[in-house]
């Protein structure tokens, strides 16, 4: 992988890591704010119960209510963690460091040292079948 096409990905994973947090940012607020109205509502028909005026039709809203309550209680349970923002000039960096481990793969006296670096990067290694007999494509 040449340095231009390392920062081309890494550009491109940080804008969607970023659109993603957005989104999951935005989508929390929204069930956040929900949350709290619909419990705003539940406490109103207590109280209303409370104070003698029950009607039927409170029975049905309640009902409806609680269960969206927990609907966003497990939307919110279930959101995946916030990661933070990447900023714009990590493909930058991140090219340069590929550069820098390439060079240093290529010497002798730092190979070793260099391969550890490199093997602290990868998380996992995915290995699927290529199109052709044979192939087989690796995914870091």
């Known amino acids: 992988m040449t340095p231009e096409v ?16 957005r989104e999951r940012r935005s989508n929390g607020n929204a069930w956040q704010a929900e949350l709290a109205k619909v419990e705003k ?11 003698d005026m029950f009607h039927e ?13 927990a609907e966003l209680a497990a939307l919110l349970a279930d959101a995946p963690e916030n990661k933070p923002d990447l900023l714009p000039t990590a493909s930058t960096i991140y090219a340069k460091k590929v550069a820098k481990l390439t060079q240093a793969l290529n010497r002798p006296a730092e190979h070793q040292e260099a391969a550890e670096a490199l093997r602290m990067l990868i998380e996992k290694i995915v290995l699927t079948p290529g199109p052709k007999r044979g192939e087989i494509d690796a995914t870091l």
């Not at 390392?6 to 947090?21: F, I, S, V």
């Open 6 to 21: 390392a920062a081309e990905a890494m550009r491109a994973y940080a804008e969607e890591t970023n659109r993603l947090n």
């Open 41 to 51: 509502d539940i406490r109103k028909i207590i109280e209303a119960t409370k104070a």
């Open 57 to 69: 039709s409170m029975k049905g809203e309640m009902t409806a209510l609680e269960n969206r309550k």
